[in-house]
């Protein structure tokens, strides 16, 4: 059965920094763009944080989203079947459940556009 297993999540004080990992358990994924996507408190909708595009063989290009544009960087290690979320600077509005996915089709910025989720790994940035 395939899986997404999100670890790093954890509580940090705001300027701290957090490496989020993803990991496909059952299947490797590696020829298939993923995301990151996250849930703050009191939304229902996951906003888009990252996406790791599949180029070709085992290149990808990493994007992040404008609001953690200079602080987030994403990646992916087809070695290690992981794909990495480099977080710095973290601020408390960066507070949220964050989740990987898998991208099917459509635009990539939507979670409807991903089959594949994680459960999610909590990010809690308080001081």
């Known amino acids: 059965q395939e899986r997404l297993i999100e670890s790093g999540g954890g509580w940090v004080q705001p300027g701290d920094s957090l490496t989020l990992s993803c990991t496909p358990s059952?299947?490797?994924?590696?020829?298939?763009?993923m995301a990151w996507f996250r849930r703050t408190p009191g939304k229902e909708e996951r906003e888009f944080v990252g996406?790791?595009?599949?180029?070709?063989?085992?290149?990808?290009?990493?994007e992040v989203s404008a609001a953690v544009k200079g602080r987030f960087t994403i990646s992916r290690d087809a070695a290690k079947n992981t794909m990495n979320l480099q977080m710095n600077r973290l601020k408390p509005e960066d507070t949220a459940l964050y989740y990987c996915?898998?991208?099917?089709?459509?635009?990539?910025?939507?979670?409807?556009?991903?089959?594949?989720w994680g459960q999610g790994t909590q990010v809690t940035v308080s001081s």
């Open positions: 996406v790791t595009h599949w180029l070709t063989g085992e290149l990808y290009q990493g």
């Open positions: 996915a898998v991208y099917l089709r459509g635009e990539y910025r939507s979670s409807s556009s991903y089959d594949y």
């Open positions: 059952g299947r490797t994924f590696l020829t298939s763009s």
